[in-house]
């Protein structure tokens, strides 16, 4: 048996047997529907979207049979607060479908663009050249472009930007003959340490540090080590999971590349520095990005001699290969409408919050970042956590001995990591989608680092307390 066969009957094997990434996320809205039965229902005061300390009140709730049967789904202005009924399983779905609309529509939007791209061949033949010149030495392109990627995310702040990305390094790995998981472990594992270090990250940054009180970017120095760290040992446990594959391609001969496939390509990296100042200088948002890519298609299948027919067919089976992912976003969100509805995050955040309190400084910095972890699963939004959770954790911290500086970093770290492996993360399942990996086969390989790098945080933290920073 070849080494190709053997990888070739291991992918097969995988997807038979495998729990599919909907039923999962139905299991999950499920055990959410359960869980506003189980907590109570409580609510904060706020100023805008703010939380005000101290205001958190018990609600009323109706829960049982009489919540269940319910004919119509709960809403946050029930007075009382009502637990999650049958009709909710079901209505949370289009609500969670229109919450996500934006991504959904940015996810399949790229995907078109990508089969736009994949019918002009200039794709194929980039990658090609690529590993021509490089002799097809996976270790080296791995560190460059998880460095790279990196960058990217902790200083800028890229997270929805890579996705677009994920199909070029897929590419990659199938010429190399890796399985598709290598291209989400590449982008995945870069991207998410660089935006749980968040060294100038403005999206994160931005909104946790005014909320704390202490400068914009400030603290870097402190950050910007955890990054190093952490991206070393990203870097190191992917080359391992490289090293155990069987090596069974070689670098391609690479032809020259036509001026159309040169145009594409050229068209492909201006497409992209548009993406970034957009992002960057006009603040905009999913939706302005889906738009810039439908008119990159359009430009892309213009450049690459494509018929008007043949250019409408790439796009709409390159949509068709992110449908799953655009799902999988609506059902992240309705887990968040479901909850919400019922008036429990609140009640939520005021009970892991209050574990926090009471304890030595290091202990109560790592309950800081363990608070997080667990909100992340309910609210994956980093301003949306960020507005609830940190006027709550800074005078706990204050109290404790823990420095304002000290409680913004426990809210990256606790995020930011949690967000590589929590199955309500629309962005994570939609990396998982485009590189065509379930969410178990995911979970298997990134535990062991998700655990390693939990324990770095750990370690930072209790250190950055004990000097003081």
């Not at 958190?56 to 637990?83: E, H, I």
């Not at 340490?193 to 403005?202: D, E, F, K, L, R």
């Amino acid at each position: 048996m070849t080494a190709d066969t053997a990888v070739q009957g291991a992918r097969i094997a995988s997807s038979h047997g495998r729990l599919h990434p909907v039923l999962i996320m139905l299991w999950v809205l499920l055990a959410a529907a359960v869980l506003t039965h189980l907590i109570p229902a409580g609510k904060f005061q706020r100023h805008g979207r703010l939380v005000v300390p101290g205001t958190y009140r018990v609600l009323p709730k109706v829960d049982g049979l009489p919540a269940v049967l319910a004919p119509t789904a709960p809403t946050p202005k029930d007075r009382p607060a009502r637990s999650a009924s049958a009709v909710s399983l079901f209505t949370a779905v289009p609500a969670g479908m229109i919450k996500g609309a934006s991504l959904i529509f940015m996810v399949t939007f790229v995907g078109g663009m990508f089969g736009v791209m994949r019918r002009t061949g200039a794709i194929d033949a980039g990658v090609d050249r690529l590993l021509h010149l490089t002799s097809g030495n996976v270790y080296l392109l791995t560190s460059l472009l998880m460095v790279m990627l990196a960058l990217g995310s902790t200083f800028l702040g890229f997270i929805s930007e890579y996705l677009v990305v994920i199909p070029l390094v897929g590419l990659v790995g199938q010429r190399l003959g890796l399985p598709n998981l290598f291209a989400v472990a590449v982008v995945g594992v870069a991207a998410k340490i660089g935006y749980a270090a968040s060294v100038t990250n403005p999206v994160a940054l931005a909104v946790a540090q005014p909320l704390a009180g202490v400068p914009v970017f400030s603290g870097l120095g402190e950050r910007l080590a955890i990054f190093g760290v952490m991206l070393g040992l990203g870097i190191a446990y992917v080359l391992f999971y490289l090293w155990r594959l069987p090596k069974i391609a070689h670098a391609p001969e690479a032809t020259r590349l036509t001026w159309r496939q040169t145009g594409v390509l050229t068209c492909l990296v201006l497409g992209g520095a548009a993406l970034l100042a957009g992002t960057r200088l006009w603040s905009w948002s999913s939706s302005e990005l889906a738009s810039v890519f439908i008119a990159l298609s359009m430009v892309l299948a213009a450049v690459g001699g494509l018929e008007a027919g043949e250019a409408a067919d790439a796009f709409v089976d390159g949509m068709k290969s992110m449908l799953l992912a655009g799902l999988l976003i609506g059902l992240a969100g309705a887990v968040e409408v479901v909850l919400q509805a019922s008036q429990v995050l609140d009640s939520i955040i005021q009970g892991v919050t209050s574990v926090v309190q009471g304890h030595a400084p290091w202990l109560v910095a790592a309950g800081l970042m363990g608070s997080e972890m667990v909100l992340d699963v309910f609210i994956p939004s980093v301003s949306g956590k960020a507005a609830i959770s940190i006027p709550i954790l800074t005078p706990i911290a204050h109290l404790s001995g823990v420095s304002a500086q000290d409680t913004v970093t426990a809210f990256l770290l606790g995020g930011g990591l949690t967000n590589m492996v929590t199955p309500t993360s629309g962005m994570l399942l939609a990396y998982l989608s485009a590189s065509k990996v379930s969410y178990g086969e995911w979970i298997r390989f990134i535990a062991p680092l998700f655990a390693l790098l939990t324990l770095v945080a750990v370690a930072a933290l209790a250190l950055l307390v004990g000097v003081g920073a």
